[in-house]
């Protein structure tokens, strides 16, 4: 028995060894050996239940590799998930990442029935702003629009004029044709914004708990200890991002991989990213000065498993604040499309 889940432990069979010959190839240097027996069942009773709800698993890129490639249907950055929301045909998603990019799932997919497998899983940037943050902000900035990083609760985006990711944070800012804008929530990827936008950017003071750890002297070290390539993500402190060869978003970094192929780098980001990408591009050498998300640790085979079965837990929003929040994100989509908001 799962104690904290109350769910019988799928039993192994020996079959299933040869039934998931390619994945074992695929993430045997990800996963410790002593590991894949106890995934495995999981794996297994995930990818039956699922086709019987005729649901679809998105995982996003911090999901530990037995979830990434053992039962995602579709994996990505937050983008990546927010359209594959918006396109999806399945009436179940379970979203295996953090608390906002299923409130996101949501509000692009209102028909569908969303699941996060532990309601738990937040986002320090998420928590850094409410609702009345934004609105006090406005009231100081009067006629500055608002862009708030997807890292927000669905309360916030519908005080928002447009959402952008890490991905698309330059082009939904210049998209405005604006001087100023209020930017949301994150301190350091605002900082990043505003070195490549001639927009004034009014920053609000949040942090990823995971990326704010990184330090200029860990880069360094990974760059003269193994003469590494250094990639790091926007939510780095300056003085980290300073030192890197390439800064981007989780989709960027694999793009600037398959352009590169470098020989060694070092991902200055969330470690299950890393190892995610690893198994992508085994002809580079991966050094992992890495930091793991604890809330996208919360989800796990079991409660992905469990929430399945139960149909737990299911993310509902508020109509007035979903249909607002709604226009901040579909007019983010619209800008990737080319068009301007
Ligand atoms: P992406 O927008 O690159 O998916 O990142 C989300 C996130 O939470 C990064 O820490
Ligand atoms: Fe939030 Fe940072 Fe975790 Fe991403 S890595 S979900 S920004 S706490």
Redesign the pocket.
Known sequence: MNSTLDLPVPVWRDELEHEYAALRARIEHLVPCMEWSLHLPWIEAINRLKLQRGAVIMAHS?QSPEIFHGVADVTGDSLALAQAAADCDAEIIVLC??HFMAESAKILAPHKTVLIPDLEA?????ASITADDVRALRAQHPGVPVVSYV?TSAAVKAETDVCCTSANAVQVVESLGVDKVIFLP?AFLGAHVAKHTGVELVLWHGR????EKFTAAEARHARERFDAKLVAHP?CPPEVLAEADFVGSTSAMGKWLAREQPKRVALIT?CSMADNLRAQFPATEFIKPCNL????QRITLPNIYASLRDLRHVIEIPADIAARARLSLTRMLAVGRGERV
């Not at 937040?122 to 998420?126: E, I, T």
């Not at 998300?293 to 996208?296: A, K, S, T």
């Open positions: 911090y990442g953090v937040g986002c320090s940037l998420a890292n994150d990823c708990e995971v990326h939510e969330e998300c604890p809330h996208m």
